[in-house]
């Protein structure tokens, strides 16, 4: 029989991840927004008028993806673009639905957050610590 192997906080990190991913996804799912468009709606809504190369770096993606995606938000009238040719600066902003579906998905992230939170404030302390300095 093999040896187990030994515990790894890695392994169980990205457990917990999936886990709390699927139930903030299906939150979202509700408003109809997924994690990324979710975050990108954010960042548009906090920076009015944000650059697409601006709203790429905050997310970490490639300009061309920020475009594609923005362009879903667009389509689905979570947000508008009024970019008035290519080339042109981008003027990204949230509409009356992108606001109440981000109104709604933070109401959902907030019940998530509190029943995470039931895990007691070590462990809230433990991510905080965590958020302040990722990778040391």
Do not use: C, N
Not at 7 to 35: C, M, N, Q, Y
Not at 87 to 113: H, I, N, P
């Amino acid at each position: 029989m093999p040896e187990r192997p030994p515990f790894s906080p890695v392994i169980a990190l990205l457990t917990v991840s999936a886990v709390w991913d699927a139930r903030l996804s299906a939150e979202l799912k509700h408003v109809g927004l997924t994690t990324r468009k979710y975050a990108l709606l954010a960042h548009i809504r906090a920076t009015p008028g944000i650059s697409f190369s601006e709203l790429a770096r905050r997310s970490q993606i490639t300009v061309q993806t920020a475009h594609t995606a923005v362009r879903s938000l667009v389509d689905d009238g979570f947000a508008s673009d009024a970019t008035a040719h290519a080339g042109a600066a981008s003027d990204l902003r949230v509409t009356a639905k992108g606001e109440a579906a981000l109104d709604a998905a933070d109401a959902g992230l907030a019940r998530l957050d509190a029943t995470f939170a039931g895990g007691g404030p070590e462990l809230t302390r433990a991510l905080e610590g965590l958020h302040e300095e990722p990778f040391g």
